[in-house]
């Protein structure tokens, strides 16, 4: 399908830097009431914005418990660490949250780059950032196989080794998704272009468009229409029809999380003035915006989402 004709979507991450697992599944309910596309959670030990030894709650078991009270959006992990966790381990959780969601989970994979928590809790965090990406093109290889139903009988690769591995019970989708975060323009998006069927990154629209190009190139190296992979975008916002609120809530949000500063990428307004400022992206092929939303989680902004999602569809 070509990128201009995928549906416009709306999701958000719930930052899990927090201690109280009641918010975070307000949040989560309030969002599925909405009418939210998609939910992600970070798959991270430590918190990654602010001091690391703020409180910070575990990704896949909170989408696990999301899966139990929400009913319409997508549920993954922006994304999730290779690095954690063998692939055949990972298959396993993902397939898992997959039945627990009724056929709603995205397997979200990435390198890892956040060596602290790797030292804090003797994590391997390999030789180097080439070295975990090489992994990470190895795993999500291997992700695939057992997904599509592969009886894997032996593997013998760099760093995995299988003997007859296969995943049953199958996922509930025939083709569990699997998303790709990282703008690496030799080996994450090469992976990207080989395996993913999603694709996450962020910055300003040159930016972007020109990972974008680099994308298409490896795409082609392989023989495959780069169409076929949905682009996702991450984006800051807080919706009210008053900038100057909005921006006040955004600043109690980054104060809260240990990272008081403002940024030039946080769009602070009514639905109107935010789809203005994404729809460039959209027309470029970036269909789905995955919206940072911060505790406290942003009860107006997360009811409001759909308004924009709306004005940019038209």
Known sequence: ???????????????????????????????????????????????????????????????????????????????GANTFRNPGLTVKMATTLDHLSGGRA?????????????EAFGIDFR?????????????VMLSRRLLDGERIERH?????QFRDALCEPRPVQAHLPILIGGS??????RTAARYADMWDTGGTLEEVSAQYEILKGHCADIGRDPDEIE??????VVVRDDPAEAAEVLARQRAANGSPGADDGDLCGPPAFIADRLRPYAQAGWRHFIVDLRRPYDAETIDRLPEVRALLAD
């Open 106 to 118: 995205v397997l979200g994979l990435g390198g890892a780059w956040f060596e602290r928590e790797h």
């Open 127 to 139: 030789s180097g950032f080439g070295e975990r990406l090489d992994a990470l093109d190895e795993a």
């Open 184 to 189: 690496g323009p030799k080996k994450t998006l």
């Open 1 to 79: 399908m070509p990128a201009s004709r995928h549906p416009i979507r709306i999701g958000a991450i719930l930052w899990p830097q927090t201690d109280s697992w009641p918010d975070l599944r307000e949040a989560a309910v309030r969002a599925d009431r909405a009418g939210l596309d998609s939910l992600w959670s970070w798959d991270h030990l430590n918190a990654i914005v602010g001091p690391p030894e703020q409180p910070i709650l575990e990704g896949w078991t909170a989408l696990a418990a999301w899966s139990q009270v929400t009913s319409r959006p997508r549920l993954g992990l922006m994304v």
């Open 231 to 236: 682009r996702t975008l991450g984006v800051s």
């Open 156 to 160: 013998d690769g760099r760093f995995y």
